[in-house]
């Protein structure tokens, strides 16, 4: 059976669209395994918070109120390890996003349209932060950007 080009170039598209799926499932299901993370991450620090105040509330001598002044500055490292590992979360589950929807804004009527996809991801990399847990958006959408794209990393 003589296969016309049409029929090669829709079942090129009905490929290109299949692998475009894949990989939006593929983004989904590390978008909520972000969510995940984040939920653990509030548990643990709600867990070490209210285990500090109870330390605390049972020392009442000198020595055990400087024993509960560490525990309380090692408590709030922690506070403060966990909102920055909250907010790198967070930054890479926008990231995530980001990317998304220049997949969705760049789906023509017969495929992706590389290069508006290409200009998306751009235009987000500037606008992305160099410092702080907003940094962390620029390695999400290279890797990301490159996984749609189909580059070899």
């Given amino acids: 059976m003589d296969v016309t080009a049409d029929q090669t ?12 799926q894949t990989k939006l499932e593929a983004a989904r299901s590390e978008a909520a395994s ?4 984040l939920a653990l991450r509030t548990h643990q620090h709600d867990q070490a918070w209210q285990d500090g105040r109870r330390l605390a509330a049972a020392l009442e001598d000198a020595e055990a109120r400087s024993e509960a002044a560490s525990v309380a500055e090692t408590v709030a490292r922690n506070h403060a390890a966990s ?13 995530v996003r980001t990317v998304l ?16 996809f290409q200009d ?14 907003g940094a962390a958006r620029h390695a999400v959408l290279l890797t990301e950007a490159r996984r749609v794209l189909g580059i070899a990393e």
Avoid at 9 to 20: I, P, S, V
Avoid at 120 to 133: H, N, S
């Fill in 101 to 116: 929807g220049a997949v969705l804004a760049s789906i023509g009527p017969r495929a992706l349209d590389r290069r508006r």
């Fill in 9 to 20: 170039l829709a079942q090129e598209l009905l490929k290109d669209l299949r692998e475009a």
């Fill in 34 to 37: 972000l969510k995940v993370l």
């Fill in 120 to 133: 998306l991801i751009a235009r987000a990399g500037r606008e992305a932060p160099d410092q702080g847990p």
């Fill in 83 to 95: 909102a920055e590992a909250t907010a790198m979360a967070d930054e890479r589950t926008e990231a």
